[in-house]
Structures are given as C-alpha cells and as structure tokens.
C-alpha cells in the first residue's frame, strides 16, 4: 500500500496533532508525566534486579583520586603540570624521529633526483617535481609526523582515562566569564596538538553559538607545526643558542630563558583565547550562555596497547593524506614562485619587496611576511621559506643547525625585536589551509570561514605594530 | 522502510543490520571494537556533521554490520545525535537493535531502553561493566531485569571480551526472529492513554504499519515537532514488501 | 520467577541525612549534603537534559564538590557524577 507523499502527510499529522495538543494541555507537562513515567518504571525495574553489598572499597580510591584531580588547592596545579608533561613528551620524544625521518625522506630524494636525470627529464620538470613538491611533502611529514604520532596517543588515553571532563569542569568557570562554554577548554588543548583536530573536536560543544567561539578561537594556540618554528627562534634569540658551538638540529631548548619565552607564548595564546571569545560574544556571536550539564565519568584504565595502535594508525593517514593534498602544491607553488623571474627577479623576491613597507612595520620584513603568507598550507615551512628567500636558492633548505640558523637570520638583519615579532605573528595569525577547510566543512559558512581566517590575523598584525612600535619609541627615547 | 537512505558502505544483501546504541561512557565503543576489529568505516550521517562508524562482525558463520548511534541518553529528538539515533532505529528498521548500559547506573540508563523499547521490540539489553559494578559492591540479576523489561539481557565485559559470544547469538536470534522480545512499557495513565488510543486510530492511514502507532502518537501528544518531518521525509518512499529475513508479518510493534 | 531480595542498603559513608524538608534551590546546598529532588523550575533544551541525567522528582542528589575556580558544582545522582553550573542548579527545586 503505497503512502502518500511528504507533504499531504506532515499536513494531516499537524493537524492532528493540533486537535490534541489543546486537550493534552501543552507539551510541557504532557512530556514532564511521559518522562516521569519511564523514569518510575525504571526504578521499579531496576529496584528488583540491582541489590548492593557494603563493599565500597573502589568508590572511596575513586572520589579520593577526584578529591586531589579537582580539589581547591592542587586541581589546577596539577592540570597544568599533566598537560605541560604531555607536551614535554611530544616535544622531545619527536626530536631523534623527526630527525631519522628527515634524513630518511631528504636521501631519497638524491634517488629520485637520480632518477629524473636517467630518464633525461628538463630541469624544469625535476624542480617542480621533486624540489618542489617532493621536498616540501618530505619537509611537513618529518616535521609533522613524530609529534602527532605521540600527541594523539597520550590525549586520547586521557580522554579514555575520563579525565578530560575534569579538565573542562576545574576551568568553566574562567570560559563562562569569556561568555564561553567550559568544553571549550578540551578544544583548545585539542589545537594544541592540530588546530584542524581542534576545530572537528568542537563537535562536543552542542550550542551553536559557542561552538563558533571555540572554532574561530582555535588557532590562537600553537599547533605541533609552529612549536619547532617558535622553539627554534626562541633557542636561538632568547636563549644563546648557535652562539657558541652548539651542535643538534630541532627542539632543544638552548636555555632556560628560551623554555621560558615558549610557556609564555603559550599563556599569552590561552589569554588570547579568553580575550578574544568575551570580544566575539559581545560583538558578533551575541547570546545567552548555553547550558553546562558535564557528566564526570568514573576513572577506568585505558587499553593503553589498543589506543596506541588505532591512534597512531589513524594520526599517521591523517597527516600523510594531508601531506599530500596540501603540502604538494604548496611546494610547486613555492618552487616555482622562487625560480620564475619576473623582471630578472625570482617572483619571491619581489612579493618579499612588495610586503616589505608593512612587514618593516610589523618589525618584521617582506621576506617574512612572505614566508608566513606562503606557508599558509602548512605552518612547518615558514622557516624553510624564509631560508630559501634569504639565500636566493631554488628550493626549500634544510637548516643544518641552530648555528646556520642564527647566521643567516643574523646576516639579514634579525634582531630580538625581529624574533618576538615573528613569534608573535606565528601565534596569530591565520589558521594553516586545512584548518580553514576543516572550519569550512564544519560550519558550512563562507562568512565564518572567513572571518576565522582575517580575525586573528587582524589580531596578530595590530600586535606586532604595536610591539614594534612601543619597543622602538622605548628605544629612541632611551637614547 | 529502507535501509538505501543512510547508504550503509558494509551493507550487502544477506547481511544483517544492528544498530549499537546506549548512553556515554558506557563502554559502547570498546563493544564496538571488541566484535569489529578492524572491519570498520568510519564516514558521517548523511547530511549531518556526526560521525558514524559501521563495522562488520562475523558469528556463527553470520555476517553483521553493526551500526554504531551516537551516545545518547534519550531518544527524545533534544539534540542531531538523539535524532539521527530515533531515525534510525525507526525508519531504517535495522534488523535488531543493542542497548548498551552501564551496570553501575543500572536506573538512569533504563530510561533509554524504555524508549527503544517503545519504538522496537527488536531489543537485545547488553549489560556492560559487571566487573565494575562488582568493584563498587553492586549486584545485577541479569534474569530479574530480563523479566522486568521483557527484553533478553547479556552480561558483558566489553574490554574482555566476556559475554560477547552470548550476546551476539541472542542478537542473531532476534535478527532472525527466533527469538520474539515482549517488551513491558510503560503505561502513562488513563488519559493519555486515551488520547494515544484515539490518535492511533486516525494514524492508520498515514504511517506504515511497520512503524508503531502507539509511539508515534506518543510523539505527536508530546509536542515533538521533529516527528513530523522525519515520517514526512520517509513517508515519500516506496515501501519494500515484507520478507526480510524472520519478518513474521506482525506490524504493529508494541502497544 | 526468582526474585531476589533487597539487601539493606549501607549507610552511605558520603554524608550526612538529608536535612528535614526545608524546599531550596540545590545550588544553595552546601557540599556533602543529601538531598531529594522536588521539582524543576526548568526549560527547554535545559529541562531536558536535568531529565535524561537523573535529576527527576523523587531522585536523591548527593552534592559532592565543588569546582576549584567555584562552579560548576558536582552532583552524584542515580549512580552518576554530573557537573552544574550555579545557574542551572537554582532552577532545580530539593528538600
């Protein structure tokens, strides 16, 4: 028997429930006695089936272990000190990996250089191909990889842990005051690792409206990514490194004044965070705050070997998908920006000169805002770039050391100054292309996508003028 | 109703459909993995920005997609994930469905199996984290909740692996029809019961009679405005003809 | 048909009896107390969600801390752990 189609039907049902909806005295009290209902037959039901003995021997471990993880005193100390060890694993678990990895993919590349000579390819071809998109894949996997393989791993044996809840249950109250939502502290720890993984994890947030905060405030934490970039130059300016004969690539800290810069960047993108989600539900997401109803689960110990596996499996798809959608083109659009000459001049160095008059503002220079702008598809190649533009070389280089670093970056006229602004641009700025694509599957807006991508960089650009500014008008006054 | 809308990837004929439903933080997940392993899609509900994970679990020579709902602590439509889980269980008709619940909050996630209950008779109760309930002193009487909800009910111990094999079976049972649940639901009291009574009737030319009247109209006397265009939007299709596999030919489910 | 018998139920080491039927707001409820749930001054989404988690009339909450920053508040109702905000525990009436 074939039924009638959607609308006669909906018309018919309204009208039904019409009819009824007088008689049974509006839905509220009508759905208060439904769910009452259920709620009493449960409790008869479960009332015969469940007994209980005087043993609560676990419950006591449990609520005591609740007690020290969200008491007055040592809750949030010792949150902090949890997610500060996490990403102290990450950081320098990553190292040696990141390091093999690089070495692994950058000596296969002379294999494939080799290749293309054999077959008698143009020059061209092999720059595109392999200095271009080969070199930039290898670069954002070794890079990439290491740290989200072990990232991941550890957050989601918390979340498993079911301490996560905790986590948005000690810091509510600071995200209600910003007119957020208490979940958003889980979204934000979440960017730490990949602001695209944070963006999708603001699923947890039902309220549209504060999911949107938390989506456009994402990026204001360093991802894994920028962590090397800001690592490398804080070690190198703020910590003395590759002044003296300090061997070793990647994220050591050189000092304890570099460690130091690196927490304070990151309370300073926290604070953002904050500063930036009370401006926005002021201003454009305007509304009441949602309701805060947490359930803390019971701790259970996590099945630590099957978290690992399917977390790693998952984590190493994702970046190498994204390697490959995203980080190839970037790379041929690099190369070929640094080898296409456009009045004798690689058109990377005229786009450096172009953004010269604002990068100088920003205290900056062209070739950095370059850099950032370029590295739009992965954070992980701003330095690359800039190295690249600096020398005048055709392809992404690796530097050798933190001391190669400090020379070139100190021959182009880097000073302190220079160095906090460019981490401060890299801490706000716009979020890397696949965040962006991510914010727009999730909203489904053009408008919020947008707005995702101008508002922290509205918000970086006006702080590095502004530091820039204070500290050369400190400067000059001084003398 | 058609299984073809939520376009299942793992879904051949032949195989069965479970939905896994049951609150958070209830282990479903860790069930999920358990009978799955590594058979296992991961893509969203259609049209929604949910994630839905489907896996293929092999028993007894039997081959089950298990469709995994978000985790929900009623099927009441408050929220996407509530929605999408009622949806399905309504209008895609899996061949069973699975309430997983949490032995140490036995009360609060009976509300959810009451309400599947109400939708489908095709229900198979997997008690889940008996080793923790034990832990905390609490004692379950799988039979004593058999008989009070008139549903089968499988211990479990999901990260073990203990109990699945029974569960699976008991499932497959009333996958097949074998097993024929009589649910006990509630009773909501002379005059809604009424009012149910008399909207059932003006209900029989406009719903299937693969769906139940009685919770439909429970809905409509409850003031959801979501019931409305989920039957509109499923009405439209053509129905198959009964003859999937242990269809008894009885349509009206529960009441 | 079996029945099993209900055990006694051990006094629960987590707090004291509930206070004689003074009807206030749970969010006044000082941390330790035992109370029973009354009625919900609640609505919409909100309402709902205090239903699916327990909070019925007739159920007993157990208020069992408080956040370090203040609130939420954590409750433990029908053998669960759920955190309100002030806000919302004010509309849920208990004695």
């Not at chain 1, 839905?27 to 089936?49: F, K, L, P, Q, T």
């Not at chain 1, 460690?259 to 953002?272: C, Q």
């Not at chain 1, 805060?292 to 690992?308: A, C, H, K």
């Not at chain 1, 716009?430 to 962006?436: I, K, N, Q």
């Amino acid at each position: 028997m074939p039924l009638p189609s959607g609308g006669p039907v909906s018309a018919e049902l309204r009208r039904i429930q019409e009819s009824y909806r007088d008689a049974a005295a509006g839905g509220h009290d009508v759905r208060d006695h439904i769910v009452g209902s259920i709620y009493r037959r449960a409790r008869e039901v479960a009332g015969r089936a469940v007994s209980r003995d005087g043993s609560r021997g676990r419950l006591d471990w449990e609520r005591r272990l609740d007690d020290v993880l969200t008491s007055r005193w040592a809750g949030i100390p010792v949150m902090l000190a949890l997610l500060g060890v996490v990403f102290w694993i990450t950081l320098a678990g990553a190292n040696v990996p990141s390091e093999l990895l690089g070495r692994l993919l950058f000596g296969f590349q002379e294999v494939l250089s080799g290749l293309f000579r054999a077959a008698g390819a143009p020059a061209w071809l092999h720059g595109v191909l392999v200095l271009g998109v080969y070199r930039c894949v290898a670069w954002v996997v070794a890079v990439m990889l290491p740290p989200m393989a072990i990232f991941f791993p550890l957050f989601t044996l918390l979340e498993d842990l079911g301490y996560l809840p905790r986590v948005a249950f000690n810091l509510d109250s600071l995200f209600r005051r910003a007119g957020a939502h208490g979940k958003q502290a889980l979204t934000m720890s979440m960017g730490f690792g990949c602001n695209a993984a944070g963006v999708i994890s603001c699923r947890i947030i039902e309220s549209p409206r504060e999911r949107l905060i938390a989506i456009l405030t994402n990026t204001f934490v360093p991802c894994n990514g920028r962590f090397p970039t800001l690592i490398a130059l804080a070690a190198v300016f703020f910590g003395g490194a590759g002044a003296a004969a300090t061997a070793g690539t990647g994220a050591t800290y050189a000092s304890v004044a570099a460690t130091g810069v690196v927490l304070g960047l990151i309370v300073l993108g926290v604070l953002m965070t904050l500063l930036v989600s009370r401006f926005l539900s002021r201003s454009v997401l305007r509304g009441e705050p949602s309701a805060f109803v947490l359930e803390l689960p019971p701790y259970r110990v996590p099945q630590v070997g099957r978290v690992i596996v399917r977390s790693i499996l998952d984590r190493t798809l994702f970046v190498l998908g994204r390697a490959v959608s995203v980080a190839a083109p970037a790379g041929a659009l690099v190369w070929i920006l640094a080898n296409v000459t456009l009045g004798g001049q690689p058109v990377l160095l005229c786009l450096g000169r172009l953004l010269g008059p604002l990068g100088r503002l920003m205290g900056l220079d062209g070739f950095i805002l370059t850099a950032f702008v370029l590295a739009l598809p992965a954070n992980e190649i701003v330095l690359p770039v800039l190295l690249m533009a600096y020398l005048g070389v055709g392809s992404l280089l690796q530097f050798e050391g933190l001391t190669a670093l400090r020379s070139v970056l100190a021959a182009h006229g880097w000073t302190w100054l220079t160095a906090a602004c460019a981490m401060l641009f890299s801490l706000m700025h716009f979020p890397c292309g696949t965040t962006l694509l991510t914010i727009f599957k999730e909203t489904g807006s053009h408008r919020w996508t947008a707005l995702a991508a101008l508002l922290p960089t509205g918000v970086g650009v006006a702080a590095c003028i502004a530091v820039a500014g204070l500290v050369r008008l400190v400067s000059h006054l001084l003398g | 109703m058609s299984l073809d809308r939520y376009h299942l990837r793992l879904f051949t004929p032949g195989r069965l459909v479970v939905a896994l439903a049951g609150n958070p933080n209830t282990g479903k997940s860790t069930l999920f993995n358990r009978l799955t392993g590594l058979r296992v899609h991961t893509g969203n509900w259609p049209g929604k920005t949910v994630v839905r994970n489907e896996g293929l679990c092999v028993r007894g020579g039997r081959e089950v997609v298990l469709v995994d709902l978000p985790g929900t602590y009623s099927l009441l439509a408050s929220s996407p994930e509530e929605l999408i889980a009622r949806d399905f269980v309504c209008f895609g008709r899996p061949h069973a469905s699975v309430v997983v619940v949490d032995a140490t909050c036995l009360e609060r996630n009976l509300n959810l199996v009451l309400q599947m209950a109400e939708i489908t008779p095709r229900v198979v109760v997997c008690l889940n984290l008996v080793d923790e309930a034990r832990r905390k002193g609490i004692q379950v009487d799988p039979a004593a909740l058999e008989e009070g909800l008139g549903l089968p009910v499988v211990p479990t111990v999901a990260r073990d692996g203990a109990g699945l094999d029974v569960l699976m079976e008991r499932v497959i049972g009333v996958a097949d029809g074998r097993i024929q649940p009589a649910p006990r639901i509630p009773a909501y009291g002379c005059y809604l019961e009424a009012c149910i009574e008399g909207l059932s009737g003006q209900l029989k030319d406009l719903v299937d009679g693969q769906i139940s009247r009685r919770w439909v109209a429970l809905r409509l006397v409850e003031g959801d405005e979501t019931i409305i265009s989920s039957l509109a939007a499923f009405a439209a299709l053509r129905l198959p003809p009964p003859g999937r596999t242990g269809e008894t030919g009885d349509p009206e489910a529960g009441g | 048909m079996r029945r099993l018998p209900m055990l006694q139920r051990a006094p629960d080491p987590a707090g004291p009896d509930p206070e004689p039927g003074v009807l206030r707001p749970l969010s006044d409820v000082p941390v330790g107390h035992r109370v029973n749930v009354e009625s919900l001054h609640l609505d919409g989404l909100l309402r709902r969600r205090v239903l699916d988690l327990g909070f019925v009339p007739g159920a007993v909450v157990h208020v069992v801390r408080r956040s370090p920053l203040g609130d939420p508040t954590a409750y433990m109702v029908m053998g669960a752990v759920v955190a309100l905000r002030a806000g919302e525990a004010k509309g849920i009436k208990v004695r």
